[in-house]
C-alpha cells in the first residue's frame, strides 16, 4: 500500500517561513512527478509547485519568488520550503505525486496519490 505522509505544517506569523515535507512509502516502483496542492476554506485546491523526477520545477505565481519544492529521490521525499509567508498563504498543504507502485504480475501502470494534508496558518 502507497501512502504519502506530510509534516511540517503550523502556525506562523507574517513574513516568518516554513518547511513542509512528504514522505512517500510502501511497494514503490517509481516516482515520477510530485507536487504541493493547497486549499483554503471555501476555495478550490490550487496548485501551488511541481517538481519532476528529474528536478524541472513548476510554481504558480502566488509561490514564484518565495516558495521552493525540491525533492530527494533516495529518501522517497519532497519539500516544500516557504518564506515570506502571508495570510493568504492559510491553507491546509496537500501532498500529490504520480507512483508506479510494485503489484502482482508485471504491471507498470502509474496512479496518482494524496497525502491527508498538513494545516498552514499564517497570523497577521
Known amino acids: 500500500q502507497v501512502q504519502l505522509v506530510e509534516s511540517g505544517g503550523g502556525l506562523v506569523q507574517a513574513g516568518g517561513s516554513l518547511r513542509l515535507s512528504c514522505a512517500a512509502s510502501g511497494s514503490i516502483r517509481s516516482i515520477n512527478a510530485m507536487a504541493w496542492y493547497r486549499q483554503a476554506p471555501g476555495k478550490q485546491r490550487e496548485l501551488v509547485a511541481d517538481i519532476t523526477s528529474g528536478g524541472s520545477t513548476n510554481y504558480a505565481d502566488s509561490a514564484k519568488g518565495r516558495f521552493t519544492i525540491s525533492r530527494d529521490n533516495a529518501k522517497k521525499m519532497v519539500y516544500l520550503q516557504m518564506n515570506s509567508l502571508k495570510p493568504e498563504d492559510t491553507a491546509v498543504y496537500y501532498c500529490?505525486?504520480?507512483?508506479?507502485?510494485?503489484?502482482?504480475?508485471?504491471?507498470?501502470?502509474?496512479?496518482?496519490?494524496w497525502g491527508q494534508g498538513t494545516q498552514v496558518t499564517v497570523s497577521s
Open positions: 500529490n505525486a504520480d507512483i508506479v507502485p510494485i503489484v502482482a504480475g508485471f504491471s507498470f501502470s502509474m496512479y496518482n496519490y
